[in-house]
């Protein structure tokens, strides 16, 4: 197909037209069940009406003003964050690595130090701060020389920890479940390597809940899982069910650091992007949605393990709440080819891990439909795995 784009992107031959909740249709009026999520964006499933009605009634009022004023809306859902949080203090942006970059920038004026650590297989953006903190080659190929003073160290290996953090560490920037980097999960043993260390050393935490925030994993946030106390934590995708925008969530003490004139945005927070997330927050920071999160998310991941547990091809299903991953022994892009011919939009995360991300409002029939259609798909794979064997 001829395009003006530059192809950054290997795009597949589908072009939505609508969606509504967990159900997309293409224009050939295929309907898909959409367990992408837009890659955990839509974590109310897509056009929720709460979230269309707040964004509808702000655009008839007031779409943006600059940051020299006041903005109702970013007091909303500032209070509303820090109120579900550890962080006291909020600085919006539009998206994940802007927030990342916010990060960076926090945690150098506000320690004096630069070196900064993070994990290999992470995944913190694309600017060139949250791509120096992304601990992946590929990602950072030809892109030199990159910001200088990260350091790349192995998740869950304490041990690398307490060698690399010094007296000069700035930070130590994680994911919880690194997200583009596999479905991994942090250990318990490794939050409370990272909390002594931190301690230590004076250095900050920077939690990266771009992927895993927002209910994505039955909380409110990931790190409560790990009784982590973040002194930066970071969101975008989730926060405005497809409206673009991002934030930090920072501690009392980091406050004097953002001085007036220090750091900002022209679009960060406008009253657009604050009508969509204060209508998301109000309904994903719901308990019964939390724990609905929670359980369904228990049942799925034991529901694939039951039923594709015994596959020659699956290694291990894995995950938390609705941020699921099926590890397997073999590439999953022909997976995934034929989970989409059968209606199911799936993602890879890395080479061999399927990731699931269905709408955190997702039905447990449709859940069902799901596991049915992985079901088959793992079957015939299978098969024709051991014909080629
Ligand atoms: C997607 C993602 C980002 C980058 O967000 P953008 O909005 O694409 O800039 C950063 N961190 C994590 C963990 C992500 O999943």
């Not at 159900?23 to 955990?40: R, V």
């Not at 601990?135 to 003073?149: C, S, V």
């Not at 099926?326 to 590439?331: M, Q, T």
Request: charged residues 20%; glycine residues 10%; hydrophobic residues 40%.
């Amino acid at each position: 197909m001829m395009s003006a784009l530059f192809p950054t992107y290997a795009r597949w031959d589908i072009t939505p037209v609508k969606a509504k909740g967990s159900k997309l249709i293409d224009s050939d009026g295929k309907e898909y069940l959409d367990f992408i999520s837009g890659i955990a964006v839509c974590n109310l499933g897509h056009c929720h009406p709460k979230v269309v009605s707040s964004v509808e009634e702000q655009m008839k009022k007031l779409w943006h003003v600059s940051n020299l004023f006041q903005i109702e809306g970013q007091e909303q859902v500032a209070e509303q964050l820090v109120d579900h949080s550890v962080g006291d203090y909020v600085f919006f942006c539009n998206s994940g690595a802007e927030a990342n970059e916010a990060a960076i920038k926090l945690a150098r004026k506000s320690t004096g130090k630069h070196h900064i650590v993070s994990l290999t297989n992470s995944f913190h953006g694309r600017t060139l701060g949250s791509m120096a903190a992304t601990g992946q080659d590929k990602i950072h190929q030809g892109f030199g020389p990159l910001l200088t003073e990260f350091t790349y160290i192995e998740m869950n290996d304490s041990e690398a920890l307490k060698n690399t953090v010094t007296e000069k560490t700035a930070a130590i920037m994680v994911e919880i479940i690194q997200g583009e980097g596999g479905i991994r999960l942090m250990s318990d043993e490794y939050a409370e390597s990272l909390k002594t260390v931190c301690e230590q050393f004076g250095c900050l935490l920077i939690v990266d809940e771009v992927q895993t925030g927002i209910g994505r994993t039955g909380t409110a946030f990931a790190y409560e899982q790990l009784g982590l106390s973040p002194d930066i934590i970071t969101v975008a995708k989730g926060l405005g069910n497809g409206f673009p925008v991002g934030a930090l969530i920072g501690k009392e003490r980091l406050k004097d650091a953002f001085t007036p004139g220090s750091h900002g945005s022209t679009f960060g927070g406008n009253p657009l992007a604050m009508a969509a997330a204060k209508a998301v927050l109000t309904e994903v920071f719901k308990p019964e949605l939390l724990e609905s999160v929670q359980e369904k998310g228990e049942w799925f991941k034991a529901e694939l393990e039951k039923k594709l547990g015994d596959s020659k091809i699956v290694e291990e299903v894995r995950g938390k709440g609705l941020m699921l991953g099926i590890a397997c022994h073999i590439e999953v892009a022909p997976i995934i080819k034929a989970c989409i011919e059968n209606g199911l939009l799936v993602l890879p995360a890395g080479p061999k891990v399927l990731r699931i991300l269905p709408p955190l409002v997702a039905t447990k029939s449709e859940l069902v439909r799901a596991c049915e259609i992985l079901l088959t798909v793992f079957q015939e794979i299978e098969q024709k795995q051991s014909v080629i064997i």
